[in-house]
């Protein structure tokens, strides 16, 4: 310092002092790359779910000053935006084509008022019967009103117990629902909220996360706690309505085999693999006859999703914003040979059969649709090792999967945490191979599960700041998107229709890409 400052006496040793100074920080910033300034492959979007009752079953935006106040705190700690459930329970209650968005627009005027963006979900599913479910929200009651003369709308176990959470993917396109399919009903709901939110989408709402089946994923009901599942039982196969029943025999007579039938010995909710003829050592699963239906179940699944996203696509068609789809994050049982769990859900994914890149390739044709994945914050040192599960081995497959087929990935978490532990492996999962522009690509953005009360704790929030800021690269707050390449553009038209063969190209396995054993900005330090 002695040095420095007895050089200013001569205007050119302070030329001289200045050009070493402007040197050293040039050799810094190449030699540490997060010093340099935005770059959007630095900053991840970052929101926070909001509370699953905000709005009641009777249409009624509650606690609204309760809930500025949730959103401004939120704000507070740099948070690009907030997501939302829009229940198609409570819009189109009142009957077909009956939609009420009264609630639903204050919620989102709202959210611009408080400065934040707005991630929305078409929930076309019941809240209530699972995980973290805190509230009770019913499909519409027309729709149930259908359901109790025609039971076989909703999916459906072996023993015949039905779900009501989700209409079951038989229905999608018969006309049942007062002359309309199941696949037009939620195309005409996403019209209709288009149409009512136009002025609000791409300023507020900037990205339609859509709803494909339980939890809003895109899932069979295979493992409902309203039907008695604890974790971590393997599920049921949920085929057993009369249209999945009728789908499965046509197909199976078509490729020869009129004489093959539903799988009547994958065990219950509860139990294990090993305990199962279909799931267990040289299991039914192995057999032609198992390999014919996994794959019927699952591509059923994915033409289920491919169908609803181009209706999505058709409904928000030019409009700024982005597409989205879940898919759980199923990661107990990944590590037996049989991966009950995910092929009871419609996951047909073994060692040597991908489940997940199939569904990221349907996913490609539809102008920019991101994968959106759970269980971000899990580690498998944390789980139960009973159940075999493989949290940080999954999330890498189905990144990787996305990634090769050149889709965009988002994540959440899977339980409410608060701890350190949890942050930074999300931030691990956001940045594989950490503040670098090369290695691997970086998720999207990520969502936190859930605003509430255990959050605003003092200590919670304060290190739930810390993790905010550094989910966006230690970089400071920035509400415009287009200045770390997330700008908006016209949804485009989706591609044509990728023939399944093709789709299944995609389920030969690769080698996941490598993550680093930790991410080089842990919260604590």
């Excluded at 995980?131 to 009770?136: I, L, M, P, R």
Aim: aromatic residues 12%; contains cysteine.
């Amino acid at each position: 310092m002695i040095s420095i400052c007895s050089s200013l006496q001569s205007p050119f040793s302070f030329l001289h002092v200045y050009k070493s100074c402007l040197k050293f920080i040039a050799i810094l910033l190449e030699v540490h790359p997060w010093l340099r300034a935005k770059k959007c492959w630095l900053i991840m979007c970052l929101s926070v779910m909001l509370p699953l009752g905000i709005i009641s079953t009777d249409n009624v935006l509650l606690d609204k000053e309760g809930l500025k106040q949730q959103l401004l705190k939120l704000k507070t700690a740099g948070i690009d935006g907030v997501m939302s459930d829009v229940w198609w329970g409570i819009v189109e209650s009142k009957g077909p084509k009956q939609y009420d968005w009264s609630a639903y627009r204050s919620l989102v005027e709202l959210i611009k008022e408080c400065g934040l963006k707005m991630q929305a979900i078409m929930s076309f599913h019941q809240c209530g019967g699972n995980v973290g479910d805190e509230v009770t929200i019913p499909i519409p009651q027309w729709v149930l009103d259908i359901g109790e003369a025609n039971p076989d709308i909703f999916y459906t176990d072996r023993e015949g117990d039905r779900n009501k959470e989700y209409l079951t993917l038989g229905v999608d396109h018969l006309p049942l629902f007062h002359g309309r399919t199941a696949v037009q009903v939620y195309g005409d709901y996403m019209k209709s909220f288009k149409e009512t939110m136009a002025d609000l989408i791409g300023e507020v709402i900037i990205d339609i996360e859509v709803g494909l089946g339980a939890a809003g994923e895109l899932r069979y009901p295979s493992y409902p706690q309203s039907l008695g599942w604890v974790f971590p039982g393997i599920g049921e196969f949920q085929c057993y309505d009369k249209y999945l029943k009728a789908a499965f025999k046509e197909a199976a007579t078509k490729a020869g085999h009129p004489e093959w039938e539903l799988p009547d010995n994958a065990g219950t909710y509860n139990d294990t693999p090993d305990s199962t003829e279909f799931f267990g050592s040289n299991g039914t699963y192995l057999t032609d006859k198992g390999k014919f239906f996994l794959t019927w179940y699952s591509n059923k699944l994915i033409t289920h999703g491919d169908d609803i996203l181009d209706e999505a696509n058709k409904a928000f068609l030019g409009c700024k914003l982005k597409l989205a789809a879940k898919i759980s994050g199923m990661h107990w049982w990944y590590n037996s040979p049989s991966h009950a769990a995910e092929l009871t859900a419609g996951y047909y994914n073994l060692y040597d059969r991908d489940g997940y890149r199939p569904i990221a390739r349907m996913l490609s044709r539809h102008d920019t649709a991101i994968l959106n994945f759970t269980c971000l914050e899990m580690r498998d040192s944390k789980q139960d090792a009973a159940a075999k599960s493989a949290p940080q081995e999954l999330v890498q497959q189905v990144f990787s999967g996305a990634w090769r087929e050149h889709i965009e990935v988002a994540g959440e978490n899977a339980l409410s945490r608060y701890d350190s532990y949890a942050y930074n492996q999300i931030l691990l999962n956001a940045r594989p191979n950490g503040i670098t522009n090369k290695g691997v690509p970086k998720m999207h953005g990520f969502t936190y599960l859930r605003s509430s009360d255990d959050l605003f704790e003092d200590t919670n929030f304060e290190l739930f700041k810390i993790f905010v800021k550094k989910m966006h690269a230690d970089q400071e707050y920035c509400s415009d998107p287009a200045k770390y390449g997330k700008e908006l553009k016209p949804l485009k038209r989706s591609k044509p229709k990728i023939p399944i063969e093709d789709l299944l190209d995609a389920t030969t396995p690769m080698k996941p890409f490598p993550w680093d054993e930790e991410t080089d900005m842990k919260v604590d330090g």
